[in-house]
């Protein structure tokens, strides 16, 4: 199994800041790789696929980066709206693996 | 407008068997490139995918489930079901099915269903 490792598990920043959420994979993913955003009692949100390519209605302060093993979540200018816990999630091979999530609060 | 739907909350017994239905509407499950999956998250726990079947019945399973897991799908009542057997406490958690399209993944997501397990 492709094992999905994120980085931090938590984090605390300020309206208006960057925010930067890192995933590596066990192995090359090409970019087979998607970000989703969770919200309590929502379901769970697209918001890049693959690796870099934003999904429609998202807003562009989000962006995705990178390709084979080492992927970016960003965040240009953090919203409160914006307060979820984020998801890697590789697509590239069954069974399809998850990161363990990275919950963003305002701070 | 494309729709995945889950039952409403589920209640089940230890040892007992779980069968969740998705409807899906706004799309054909025999369309190609169309697969359909479940995953699920525990309580303040991650997410773990679970199972998905392709319009051309091609069945996909976790392996540390797959011995419990069976997915199939009826395209005339745009339907698919998930079943796993010997549920445990472990396995209380929400159930979503969602929408893989032509390479992307998971991209429509049903609203969940609370599975609880206990006894």
């Known amino acids: 199994d492709i094992q999905m490792t994120q980085s931090p598990s938590s984090l605390s920043a300020s309206v208006g800041d960057r925010v930067t959420i890192t995933c590596r994979a066990s192995q090359t993913l090409t970019t087979y790789l998607g970000w989703f955003q969770v919200k309590p009692g929502k379901a769970p949100k697209l918001l890049i696929f693959p690796a870099s390519s934003l999904r429609s209605g998202v807003p562009s302060r989000f962006s995705g980066s990178g390709s084979g093993t080492d992927f970016t979540l960003t965040i240009s200018s953090l919203q409160p709206e914006d307060v979820a816990t984020y998801y890697c999630q590789q697509s590239y091979i069954t069974p399809w693996t998850f990161g363990q999530g990275t919950r963003v609060e305002i701070k | 407008q494309i729709s995945l739907k889950e039952p409403g909350p589920t209640l089940v017994k230890p040892t007992q068997t779980l069968t969740l239905t998705c409807t899906v509407s706004?799309?054909?499950?025999?369309?190609?490139?169309?697969?359909v999956g479940w995953v699920r998250q525990p309580p303040g726990k991650a997410l773990e995918w679970l199972a998905h079947?392709?319009?051309?019945?091609?069945?996909r399973y976790s392996p540390s489930l797959e011995r419990r897991l069976t997915i199939t799908k009826d395209t005339s009542k745009d339907q698919v079901v998930l079943t796993m057997t010997n549920m445990e406490d472990v396995d209380t958690a929400t159930y979503y099915c969602?929408?893989?399209?032509?390479?992307?993944?998971?991209?429509?997501w049903g609203r969940g269903t609370p599975v609880t397990v206990s006894s």
């Open positions: 079947i392709y319009w051309d019945d091609d069945e």
């Open positions: 706004g799309f054909s499950l025999s369309s190609a490139g169309m697969a």
């Open positions: 969602a929408l893989a399209t032509g390479g992307i993944s998971l991209e429509v």
